[in-house]
């Protein structure tokens, strides 16, 4: 795991921004989680909720980064 992930704090708290909008990856436009981990958000241990939160700022990069 990266570094990065002690900057989050415990209990981990959702990224929802309140834009949800799926783009046609099934990636939420406000949050940058896939559909399949918004579902499983809820039920996932803190240390997969630090896994999903690294994913969705890696997307995030990725894709600002190509604008």
């Known amino acids: 795991m990266s570094d990065d992930a002690d900057e989050i704090p415990r209990p981990v708290p ?6 949800c909008c799926l783009d046609h990856d ?4 406000g949050c940058y989680r896939t559909l399949t981990e918004i579902c499983a958000w809820h039920e996932a241990p803190d240390d997969e909720k630090v896994e ?13 980064r190509a604008v």
């Open 26 to 29: 099934n990636v939420c436009m």
């Open 14 to 19: 959702s990224p929802c921004v309140r834009n």
């Open 52 to 64: 999903i939160l690294l994913r969705c700022r890696s997307r995030y990069c990725q894709r600002h």
